[in-house]
């Protein structure tokens, strides 16, 4: 009868332990075949484009879309992005334009937007040359889900998206593998 006893005490206490391990029951997989994609384009905004540059691209459902812009420096700079430009005699003070992104599951359109003067008939011919001439822009598609674990309580991926070279680090991107195009 001891033995039995024993024998009942183990199986309550392994029942115990075994339901109570905290996983939540999320199931974990993970997705080997979702990778992140590149494109860069290039392009000039104008009035008569209405200061947009339009990429077409399949875009699926499950990805996340990050655009950098090519600084003077060779800094890729993540967009929106606001730009402060210095005041200049016969030009309006304080202006401000941004560059920002719209996309749907087949493009991706990068614009300008001015806040506080026209374009460009209140910018410089050097700032014309600088902020809407012969812009290139990389377009970086990344899964929604880097963590690969299912469910409504997974985690977020520990990168910095604003950092373009700790996005090309994570996700283990080929930049010689970057396609180009010339637009406008």
Do not use: H
Not at 1 to 14: D, N, P, S, T, Y
Not at 129 to 135: A, C, F, G, K, W
Not at 155 to 168: I, L, P, T
């Amino acid at each position: 009868m001891k033995k039995i006893l024993l024998f009942l005490f183990l199986g309550a206490v392994g029942f115990t332990a075994y339901s109570c391990d905290n996983d939540d029951d999320v199931i974990q997989t993970v997705d080997y075949d979702t990778i992140a994609q590149m494109a860069d384009i290039t392009g000039s905004f104008s009035s008569t484009g209405n200061y947009t540059i339009s990429q077409g691209l399949d875009i699926p459902n499950t990805y996340v879309v990050l655009v950098y812009r090519l600084s003077s420096g060779n800094v890729w700079q993540q967009i929106p992005k606001s730009v402060y430009l210095p005041d200049v005699a016969g030009k309006p003070t304080n202006r401000v334009f941004d560059y920002n992104f719209v996309f749907n599951s087949q493009n991706v359109e990068i614009r300008i937007d001015d806040e506080n003067f026209t374009l460009p008939t209140d910018l410089t011919s050097g700032e014309i040359s600088t902020y809407l001439s012969n812009q290139t822009f990389r377009i970086v598609l990344v899964p929604a889900n880097t963590s690969g674990i299912g469910g409504a309580k997974s985690k977020q991926a520990a990168v910095d998206y604003s950092d373009y070279n700790a996005v090309v680090k994570y996700y283990n991107l080929d930049e010689s593998k970057v396609k180009s195009t010339k637009v406008n």
